[in-house]
């Protein structure tokens, strides 16, 4: 549980798309005070890997997958002007899809 409230806290923290909640959240604590010309700005991408099942290859490789797509889809949402489609890409080759993510992210000079 500690785990979980420290990624949240920190990504709200890091964030740009919490930037406009950044009073909202965290007025009155020590990370307020302190100003950090560095809060919320950058972007993150989340992923959750605790779905990922190790039964069998197939299995492995497909629900990695689906935890990375997760991951971009989320991060498509939050910042509405990251274009980027997988659909057509290989459901069991995650390593492409970051790879292809991370390349249309930077050049699109929002990095």
Same mark, same amino acid.
């Given at each position: 549980m500690a785990n979980l409230? @420290?990624? #949240?806290?920190?990504?709200?923290?890091?964030d740009i798309?919490?930037?406009? &909640?950044?009073d909202e959240l965290f007025s009155g604590?020590?990370?307020?005070? @302190?100003? @950090?010309?560095?809060?919320?700005?950058?972007?993150v991408i989340n992923f959750d890997f605790s779905a990922v099942s190790?039964?069998? @290859?197939?299995?492995l490789l497909t629900s990695f997958f689906v935890? #990375?797509?997760?991951g971009i &889809? +989320?991060?498509k949402r939050r910042?509405?002007?990251f274009v980027f489609d997988y659909s057509d890409i290989d459901k069991? +080759?995650?390593?492409?899809?970051?790879?292809d993510c991370k390349r249309m992210f930077l050049s699109k000079g929002t990095a």
């Open positions: 409230l @420290l990624s #949240v806290c920190l990504s709200a923290t890091t798309s919490y930037q406009d &909640r950044y604590t020590k990370i307020y005070d @302190l100003n @950090l010309p560095t809060h919320n700005s950058y972007h190790t039964g069998n @290859l197939n299995k935890a #990375v797509a997760d &889809r +989320d991060f910042y509405k002007d069991t +080759d995650a390593a492409t899809v970051m790879s």
